[in-house]
């Protein structure tokens, strides 16, 4: 079964735009990943922010998280046409499999 | 390229037929992981390795399928009798699992390929 939830399912916004996007899972966890997967393609490990963190910086990517909602977000700052793609959030709560949402579309417009 | 790589990118079956599909993790990586994604929905779990042993197997994972690690490097994922529901793109991932004591932080970063994208006729 998948633990997390994306929120929204899908996102358009215009070129330069911030892009904030929802996860919410159900159980306790080890530590939280976001993934990118253009098109009809593999996934990409973007950020991984462990359960004792509450915000984690990767170059125009921003993640919190809040253990006591069980939630976090991912932000994408100055938006590019290149960082169209969906956008998984994944648990890890047994140390090995990873538990994905069904994601969220980022449609970026030029 | 020493990411991982998949071997066929898309198959085309007929249903009834047996297919193979192939996984090359990143040579150090002692984790290979399977994982199978349909149109829209994220990943779902089908099975993992630790090196050469089969540790888990999702009820995803039917009597149809089976997963080989012989050697603890490459893995195959063979369906037989395919059905139209097997329809589906084939995910593998691989990670280096540390322990705590090797200074590993008991994480688990999984690596992904680009997938095997199978059509069922």
């Not at chain 1, 910086?57 to 919190?64: A, D, N």
């Not at chain 2, 829209?40 to 080989?68: H, I, M």
């Not at chain 2, 690690?69 to 540390?98: H, V």
Request: hydrophobic letters at 25%; glycine letters at 8%; charged letters at 25%.
């Amino acid at each position: 079964s998948q633990q997390g939830e994306e929120d929204p399912q899908a996102l358009s916004i215009q070129e330069g735009e911030n892009a904030t996007m929802n996860c919410s899972y159900k159980t306790s966890i080890n530590n939280l990943q976001w993934y990118r997967q253009n098109s009809g393609r593999g996934l990409v490990h973007l950020i991984l922010i462990r359960s004792n963190e509450r915000e984690k910086h990767s170059g125009r990517l921003r993640v919190t998280l809040d253990t006591s909602k069980k939630s976090s977000s991912l932000l994408i700052t100055a938006s590019r046409a290149a960082d169209t793609a969906s956008y998984f959030c994944a648990t890890n709560p047994n140390d090995y499999k990873l538990s994905f949402g069904a994601g969220t579309t980022v449609t970026v417009r030029a | 390229d020493t990411g991982v790589s998949q071997d066929p990118r898309h198959k085309i079956t007929k249903r009834g037929q047996n297919v193979t599909f192939r996984c090359d993790p990143i040579s150090e990586h002692n984790r290979l992981y399977w994982y199978r994604q349909t149109l829209g929905q994220g990943p779902e779990f089908l099975t993992y390795f630790q090196n050469e042993a089969q540790l888990e197997k999702s009820r995803l994972l039917s009597d149809r399928f089976s997963a080989e690690r012989p050697k603890g490097s490459f893995s195959t994922l063979e369906i037989q009798r395919t059905e139209q529901g097997d329809s589906a793109m084939y995910l593998c991932a691989s990670s280096q699992k540390r322990g705590r004591l090797a200074g590993g932080r008991g994480e688990d970063e999984q690596f992904f390929g680009p997938g095997t994208r199978l059509t069922v006729l």
